[in-house]
């Protein structure tokens, strides 16, 4: 009998590549990945090998075997997008926070003192939550989470966050990523790459990518904007080896083709709009509470603490930059086995925050604006309170041609 050699080892490993790659492009989630490898490996051999096998039996037997065998993998790929488009009604999410600036007063948008700092982390550490180290994420992410983590964040890589977070966090080892723009490193008021490079030997943080320029890159061309991406890509790499699998947008602003072209060069991508990350999150807009000293007082914060995710399915308009669509027809779908119906939202249309007028027909939730945002950030946030607590969610959208509220 003829035995395969190498040729069908390679046909396996080219098959399995191109399997992960779909699936990653069309958000496939696959609770193991070497059971797909076992899968593949067992109807390829199943299909090279049922024809020696059956020689004696009929041509229909066979066929129907085989049928069998596709029909079993299709479910698995099957099973495995049903995951990722169904309700997880014990999914505790992931809490993520943003800080910038630490004991710098003069910015107090983007500032917050140590003494607040150490209160908040000790309010998280007595919840009994545990701080989630980001390089489990990937692991992390896809799962029904059965406990609430908390994920620590910085943006910008400023000198005082090593002069005075740093400390404190080594001491404590609480994991945390940092985003750094690349142009910025070694600038007056921000860390060199000695700085960058010391931190990131601890197995408790990871750095993240914040693109070079920390422009608002949504004004940019397209061109200019995988200009500005390959650069940091590069400079990372020349500097630490490698580019990190983390990405934060510049003011939390994107448009579609923009976080399209990070999807194909990071594994996660984070916002800077509110809300708690669950497993139908998408990826490439991943929620975090911006935390500054008008939001970071300690009342505040422990609501925050105690946040559940508002999971969702789909939301309308998939653009999140609006050029003459302000306001913007905004419709989201839910899942059909949430009860949505004590929904309240909230946006910063007009010249304020105001109750959004809202309309449900089954699953879906129609929030319809009376006015256009005027700020360039336009915000909706959304929460609901059932037996388990307050759940949140927030989506932000970028108004074009308006300059910084």
């Known amino acids: 009998m003829y035995l395969p050699g190498p040729w069908l080892i390679k046909t396996l490993l080219i098959f399995d590549k191109l399997i992960l790659l779909s699936a990653r492009k069309s958000k496939i989630i696959l609770t193991n990945w070497s059971k797909l490898s076992l899968l593949l490996s067992c109807l390829i051999l199943y299909s090279l090998f049922l024809d020696m096998i059956f020689k004696i ?3 229909p037997v066979v066929s129907i075997i085989k049928l069998f065998i596709i029909l079993f993998f299709s479910s698995q790929i099957a099973y495995s997008q049903e995951t990722f488009n169904k309700y997880f009604a014990k999914e505790k999410g992931i809490v993520s926070v943003m800080y910038h600036r630490f004991n710098e007063s003069k910015y107090p948008s983007t500032n ?3 003494d607040v700092f150490k209160n908040h982390m000790k309010i998280i ?6 701080f989630l180290n980001p390089t489990v994420l990937p692991e992390v992410f896809p799962k029904e989470k059965l ?3 908390f994920l620590l964040s910085i943006d910008d890589g400023y000198l005082s966050f090593y002069q005075h977070a740093w400390p404190y966090l080594k001491k404590n080892k609480i994991p945390f990523i940092i985003f750094i723009s690349t142009e910025a490193i070694g600038k007056k008021g921000y860390m060199g790459w000695d700085e960058i490079k010391e931190i990131e030997k601890y197995d408790f943080v990871t750095i993240g990518n914040h693109s070079h320029s920390h422009d608002y890159l949504v004004n940019f061309s397209f061109d200019e904007f995988k200009e500005d991406i390959n650069k940091s890509i590069a400079i990372f790499k020349s500097n630490l080896g490698y580019n990190p699998i983390f990405f934060s947008y510049p003011f939390g602003e994107w448009n579609s083709k923009q976080k399209e072209y990070i999807s194909k060069y990071f594994d996660f991508a984070f916002g800077q709009h509110s809300g708690v990350i ?6 490439y807009e991943l929620p975090r509470f911006p935390i500054n000293e008008k939001y970071g007082d300690m009342e505040r914060f422990s609501f925050l603490v105690k946040l559940l995710p508002l999971q969702y399915k789909k939301v309308y308009p998939e653009e999140k930059m609006l050029e003459i669509n302000n306001p913007p027809k905004m419709k989201i779908e839910f899942f059909k086995d949430q009860n949505i ?3 309240n939202c909230f946006s910063n249309e007009g010249n304020g925050w105001d109750q959004s007028k809202l309309e449900i027909k089954g699953n879906f939730l129609k929030i319809n604006f009376e006015d256009k945002f005027n700020t360039r950030r336009g915000r909706i946030n959304c929460s609901l309170k059932d037996e388990d607590g307050w759940r949140w969610f927030g989506i932000q959208f970028v108004i074009k041609n308006i300059k910084e509220n």
């Open 57 to 59: 039996i009929s041509f």
């Open 112 to 114: 917050i003192q140590m």
């Open 125 to 130: 550490e007595t919840s009994g939550y545990q």
């Open 147 to 149: 406990e609430k983590k």
């Open 278 to 283: 669950d497993l139908n999150k998408d990826k």
């Open 341 to 343: 119906n004590n929904i």
